[in-house]
């Protein structure tokens, strides 16, 4: 059977276009209905969600166009179709998809929670603590004095004697520590990134929101004292806000806890029973005030770091997260009051430009505190500009509890963050790739043994010289699809077309590295097949379960020092590593991945080849024989059953 | 307590009860019935867990997962693979439907007029309720059937291939009874000013939506992941703009999976994801929508009657279905309607009062969940051993359910 060809490569540009013109198609629709007066002004909350899912999804298309990430494409949807500008929804459609925020950030948090592992904190331990040290102290004193300076030019703070001012610029420096964990998320989800920096970006991003809890709950007491003369500075601030801390992190564990208890004893509806949950324990710290975020972290953290289920987890959020995530940012960016970029434009380019340059401060100090690694030194502070949803979130505690100053300080946060969420994600998404260049830099050099010149490259297998010798058994033709993939026909006997082997290079596929990097750290020489179909789920799966397991009948798992037969024999096996090749085939509609693992190029690639060809060998050929004198037996393999499934 | 908890409540409830209890077998037939009973025993009309406001809090997420549902049903419905079949199979078929649907129109107007619910108003608005009514409970459905049928493996393949194929049949005939019903009794909203302008808004929205989709190119030079945001946010526009209108946004919905069914083979693909998300979504919704319901003796009454008028229309026109279809189990003209609820839930959108306040709604829920509970009693007599049935000419061997 032939396979398909692949498709080929993504143009960017023409898939822009393709979206451009669909929203073209939807947006005449809009123009048609309304001048024929067939709808009121605006369409409600499910037409906003439906708009901003459509146009977000063909925003982050021409924002990939334009290698900008995709959440800025997301934002700029939500900013331009938004009430503040063209105002196609109203600021109540808005308001009305909050139930869609409350899950994704329940999902962020969750998500972020899972990625923050025992063995990464243990190596990154002394980094994080001096990151979040200098950017506490730094930021929020740096950030008090500039807004001091930059007080004249505010006239809500007229009337206010100095110590007012400073206090409430303590508060503001306190919000500036603030950071944005979706855009940290969301953007080394889209990258896949990996590494010395990934993890250092998002465990900073994760620690410091925390200590922005203490940061602004103190400046938030002063600046209440400062402000109204007749109230007390109180203590009890501290305990109480202790007390939530505390309790925030027992209600995680529980938390995390209860969803890995249901993995395990029900283990199915995941999905559901994780949007029930996050809706459920959302509502739980509003009726108790714990701390959300925290609470979503810790339980990611205890599902990930104490039981078997993390990756469950972490595949479970992602598959609710992507429309989430779309709606999400949108949202944000729909809430954008550009207005407020007017009335403050000067003082908040101040106030942002403020921040970035204490936040590259804070973080070289930090990092040269921590003897940080150079990706990081250089590049970890372009993780840290954007600010999102928990500044907005601070900004309106800070606008119910302080009156009319506190009021125009959340129209203020706003427009900061407009301005910080235009910059940060690009440079995050250019500081990322500009350190992992350097990090893979820094591996090939230290890779390489004394004596080599550092210059020199190793040369690229001979892939023909390998094909001829691991199908010296077979009759293949090949054919060049294009600089990287090869196809290799097998013709049975009869010539007729039984398979054929898709090759290319691994590490030109962005999941193969991301699941180098993440799940098959403990390096052995084997040999791997799964489906293609649902690769990465799997792949997840068999990291956690055992082959065999009733999900998992059609993969395979052999030891390549085996050689290749008998090869299929190790189906309890765990799955080890990737490979630098993985070899796509395909044999009677069923679809396999092979790869070698942890082996010179060339070994890897001959693995994966003879490894094929005897999976090619065992499901179309006839099997060998059991009986004896050698003899064949001629009884065909029983059919290949397909993927149970349901029509309705 | 805020309704978040209360969804979560209702989620979890219906999560467990799907799947612990009796046994699976009973438990997926009459899913239906469960977790609107669950919901309702939750609502303010039952044990009073949930506030009125809360429920009404809950509608949009009702509302998207409708909307969705339909768009699934529509894109099952119009697979190319099922409706190619023999004309006279699938004309016998579609008689049954059509037939089916007259009768319980004129039923159900009769069955009104006796109890006097329309309070001796034969206006327009009346009518279209009635037949509305009617034409929704044609929607036969894979979601009962199909899944034991198929995957649990407690059906003949034969059998449960056929339950699919008349149910696809009794959708498309459903769907099309809608475009009928707002011709014949159109609403008072400007869309409807001339009479053809409000179904010819739903084919072209639907149909906009799937050129949109193709441009976005979601199958083909996409990830599944954007494909399916793309997929979902058109539905929701597209039912969005149709509420705004006035428009049974369920109808758009589920003409634009039926459009996009006959786009590319790759599409197929698409749609093996997409199947996935319905369980969960359709539990959540029939669990939201329970909580919703008003039970009042007339919308008991004719949505009990509906059923039965239902069963006794099809079992007299088994035989045009073609071949030896007197020979078909019962319970492949029983199954409950995937598309039923979607549209009570969009047609109550429109009236006042909306679902809370919904005749329509009680009734068709009654009705589904009547047909249910037969099916249930039906299905578990052993199939006759001497069934003659040519097997049609991709039917899945033995072992493979319907599996597409």
């Not at chain 1, 930090?366 to 500044?391: E, M, N, W």
């Not at chain 2, 006035?246 to 590319?264: K, M, N, Q, V």
Request: hydrophobic fraction near 55%; charged fraction near 15%; glycine fraction near 10%.
């Amino acid at each position: 059977m032939n396979a398909p060809a692949p498709p080929p490569p993504q143009n960017r540009l023409l898939v822009a276009l393709r979206g451009l013109a669909a929203l073209g198609l939807i947006a005449a629709w809009l123009v048609v209905v309304r001048r024929q007066g067939w709808v009121e002004a605006t369409g409600g909350a499910m037409f906003a969600l439906g708009f901003l899912l459509v146009a977000g999804t063909i925003g982050g298309k021409v924002a990939a166009f334009f290698r900008l990430p995709q959440l800025t494409g997301y934002l700029a949807v939500g900013v331009i179709s938004g009430p503040y500008v063209l105002a196609l929804f109203e600021k109540d459609d808005v308001e009305d998809l909050k139930l869609i925020n409350t899950l994704a950030l329940a999902l962020i948090a969750l998500q972020a929670g899972a990625e923050l592992t025992l063995p990464m904190l243990r190596r990154s331990l002394r980094s994080l603590m001096w990151a979040s040290v200098g950017h506490a102290v730094i930021i929020t004193l740096g950030m008090t004095a500039l807004f001091a300076l930059l007080s004249p030019y505010m006239p809500f703070l007229d009337g206010l004697a100095l110590p007012a001012v400073l206090a409430v610029g303590l508060l503001w420096g306190a919000m500036a520590v603030s950071k944005a964990p979706a855009d940290t998320l969301a953007i080394l989800g889209e990258t896949g990134a990996k590494g010395p920096l990934a993890e250092h970006a998002l465990g900073v991003v994760v620690l410091l929101d925390v200590v922005v809890l203490i940061l602004f709950a103190v400046a938030l007491m002063f600046a209440k004292a400062a402000l109204n003369p007749e109230a007390a500075l109180s203590l009890h601030v501290f305990a109480d806000l202790g007390q939530e801390l505390v309790v925030s992190v027992a209600a995680g564990t529980t938390f995390g806890l209860v969803i890995a208890a249901y993995f395990w004893a029900v283990g199915k509806e995941k999905l559901l029973f994780t949007v029930g949950a996050a809706y459920g324990i959302t509502a739980f710290c509003a009726y108790f005030h714990y701390d959300t975020l925290l609470v979503f972290v810790v339980a990611g953290f205890v599902v990930m770091n104490l039981t078997k289920f993390g990756h469950d987890l972490v595949e479970t959020t992602e598959s609710a997260g992507a429309a989430v995530m779309v709606v999400f940012f949108a949202t944000a960016g729909a809430q954008l009051n550009i207005g407020a970029l007017k009335t403050y434009g000067f003082i908040a380019l101040g106030l942002a430009f403020g921040r970035i340059g204490l936040t590259f401060l804070a973080s070289r100090l930090g990092h040269r505190l921590a003897k940080d690694p150079p990706s990081v030194r250089k590049f970890a502070f372009t993780s840290f500009i954007s600010q999102a949803g928990v500044t907005i979130g601070l900004g309106t505690i800070a606008a119910n509890q302080l009156g009319e100053v506190g009021g125009e300080i959340a129209v203020l946060v706003i427009a900061v963050i407009g301005i910080n969420e235009m910059i940060g994600p690009v440079a995050f998404k250019i500081g990322l790739a500009k350190g992992l260049k350097l990090e893979n830099e820094l591996d090939q050099i230290h890779e390489l043994p004394d004596e080599q010149d550092p210059a020199m490259t190793p040369p690229p297998p001979d892939v023909a010289a390998l094909v001829d010798e691991a199908l010296a058994d077979f009759t293949y033709e090949t054919k060049q699809h294009d600089d990287r993939v090869e196809v290799y026909v097998l013709m049975d006997d009869d010539d007729k077309v039984d398979g054929n082997f898709l090759i290319r290079h691994a590490g030109e596929a962005g999941w193969s590295m991301h699941l180098r990097s993440q799940l098959f750290k403990p390096a052995a020489h084997r040999v791997v097949l799964i489906p293609e179909r649902g690769m990465l789920k799997v792949v997840q799966r068999i990291g956690e379960l055992e082959v065999g397991d009733q999900e998992l009948d059609d993969a395979f798992i052999i030891d390549a020092k085996s050689e290749a037969s008998p090869f299929i024999r190790s189906l309890k096996t765990p799955l080890l590593a990737l490979s630098p090749f993985t070899l796509r085939v395909e044999i009677e509609s069923r679809r396999f991945l092979v790869a070698a693992d942890d082996l010179p190029d060339d070994e890897a690639l001959r693995t994966a080849l003879i490894a094929s060809a005897e999976l090619w060998k065992q499901l179309v050929r006839k099997p060998p024989a059991k009986g004896p004198e050698g003899k064949k037996d001629q009884t065909p393999p029983p059919p290949v059953e397909p993927a149970p499934g349901h029509d309705g | 307590m805020s309704a978040i908890l209360v969804l979560l409540a209702l989620l979890a409830v219906s999560t467990l009860a799907s799947r612990k209890g009796a046994a699976a077998f009973v438990v997926t037939i009459i899913t239906t019935p469960l977790l609107l009973g669950i919901g309702f025993l939750l609502s303010a009309r039952g044990l009073a867990f949930l506030p009125q406001t809360t429920a009404d809090a809950l509608l949009p997420a009702i509302r998207v997962g409708a909307a969705w549902l339909a768009v699934l049903v529509g894109l099952r419905a119009a697979r190319p693979r099922f409706t190619a079949r023999g004309v006279r199979r699938t004309a016998g078929t579609l008689v049954v439907c059509i037939v089916t649907w007259g009768a319980l129109t004129g039923g159900v107007f009769g069955v009104l007029l006796l109890l006097d619910v329309l309070g001796g108003s034969h206006a327009a608005d009346s009518s279209h309720l009635t037949a509305l009514g009617a034409a929704l409970l044609l929607g036969g459905i894979v979601t009962g059937s199909g899944y034991q049928a198929g995957d649990e493996g407690h059906e003949e393949p034969m059998h449960a291939h056929f339950v699919v194929f008349l149910s696809r049949h009794d959708e498309i005939t459903g769907a099309v009874a809608i475009l009928v019903a707002i011709v014949l009794w159109p609403l008072d909203a400007p869309v409807y000013g001339d009479s053809w302008l409000a179904p010819a808004v739903i084919l072209g929205l639907a149909l906009t939506m799937t050129v949109a989709n193709l441009l976005i190119g979601g199958v083909n030079q996409d990830s599944t992941a954007n494909a399916r945001i793309a997929l979902l946010g058109q539905s929701v526009f597209a039912s969005g703009l149709a509420t705004a209108m006035g428009l049974p946004d369920a109808a758009i919905a589920f003409f634009f999976g039926a459009f996009l069914a006959f786009t590319p083979q790759a599409m197929l693909q698409l749609e093996r994801g997409l199947l996935a998300t319905e369980r969960p979504v359709r539990m959540a919704v029939l669990a939201l929508v329970g909580a919703h319901l008003g039970f009042t003796w007339e919308a008991v009454a004719i949505g009990v009657s509906l059923a039965l008028l239902r069963l006794g229309v099809k079992m007299l026109l088994r035989p045009a279905v073609g071949g030896n279809g007197a020979a078909f189990p019962l319970h492949s003209f029983l199954s409950s309607s995937g598309l039923a609820i979607p549209f009570a839930v969009s047609f109550a959108m429109t009236r006042p009062g909306g679902l809370s306040e919904s005749f329509v709604l009680t009734a068709v829920c009654v009705a589904v969940s009547v047909s249910d509970l037969i099916t249930f009693a039906l299905w578990r007599r052993p199939p006759a051993p001497d069934v003659d049935v040519a097997v049609l000419p991709d039917a899945p061997a033995p072992g493979q359910g319907v599996a597409a």
